[in-house]
Each structure stands twice: as C-alpha cells, then as structure tokens.
C-alpha cells in the first residue's frame, strides 16, 4: 500500500518534472522530508566515484553526507526524488560501505533496514560500496553493492542533510514562546525564594 503511494507521489514528481524541463530525475534543490527535518538531494553528475561523491557531499557543510537510508520510507521518500526506476542498469551511490565485514552507513547509524536488489550484496568485501540500481526492487530504486568506481552507470548519487533543516516560522516562535515561559518560570522561583 505504502510502496503504490511512492509510486503515485514518484509518477506526480515526474510529471513536473517533465512541466519544468523535460528531466524526471534531480531534485534541482534540496527537498526536506518533514519525517526527520533532513534535507536530500539528487545530484546527476554522471560517471563519479563514490570517493568523489562523498567528497563533494560533505563539502556542502556541516551535516552533509551520502544519504543514508534506514526506513522503507526513507527508501520510498528517495525514490519521490528520483523517480521511478525504467529497470535497466543506472545507479547513484548512497552513504553505505562495508567495513570490517559488516555494511555499514557513513553516518554510523544502524544498519539494520535492508533492501538489497534479488541477489545483492554479491560482493561485499570486492564491493564495498552501495547504490541505489535502478534494475531492482519493482522501479523503487533496490540497493546494489559496487566497487565505488566511476562508471557509465553511475547516473550521480543522494546528498543528505542529517543536521535538521532550519525550524520554520511558526516554530521558531513557539520555541522563543517556550523560552520566554521557561525564563518566566526561572523569575517566579526566583523572586518566591527572596520572600522566604
Ligand atoms: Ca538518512
Ligand atoms: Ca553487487
């Protein structure tokens, strides 16, 4: 139920992007998921190695790293960015590696939500870095392990935001509000124990 919704929010996604452009993939700015508050974006750099992808990832700042992917939500929100898969051979790396026999996420969150295409990871230690294959998983973007090279197949990869995107308006103004009361209160206790 939840993976025919992604497929509608992917299909309305791809609709504008055909309206602004002609292009379904490549979020052209960064979108945030009102899940977490996290930021992501879908960079179509082309043949890149997952080096360079991280390199350039966290180079945007504080917070900033291959996208980590530890929901079926997560996965299916990535895949609203992205578009549906057409099934054939296209991929954009993600933060997971495999380190010290375990795959594992840049962030060092654990890794425990899975969702490998039919037959991966088949490389592992061979294959230490992931992406998102475009052959795998019903068009939702399966994860596939891969050497980390450049490669033709290498469509671009996900930038992440861990850091909380900045607190809207509305809740700014609750936060100051709460402030405002927490000081308040610090006054009242303050000024109770002067009288006694
Ligand atoms: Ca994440
Ligand atoms: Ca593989």
Known sequence: MKKVIAKGLALAVIGMGVMLGGTGVCSATPMTWSSNGHQYEVVGSGSISWDSARLATQSRGAGWDLATITSLDEQNFITTLLGLADGSLVEYYIGGMYEAGAWAWVTSEP????????????????????????????????????????????AGY??????????????????????????????????SAKKM
Not at 136 to 146: A, K, S, V
Not at 169 to 184: D, F, H, I, R
Request: net charge negative; glycine share 12%.
């Open 111 to 154: 890794f425990f939500f899975q969702y490998w295409g039919n037959g991966e990871p088949n490389g592992n230690a061979s294959e230490p870095r992931m992406a998102l294959d475009g052959r795998y998983n019903d068009n939702n973007w399966g994860w596939n392990d891969y050497t980390g090279a450049a490669a033709y197949f290498v």
């Open 158 to 191: 996900v930038a992440e935001n861990n850091a909380a995107a900045p607190v809207p308006e509305p809740a700014t103004m609750l936060l100051m509000g709460t402030g405002l009361a927490g000081l308040a209160g610090v006054a009242r206790r303050r000024s």
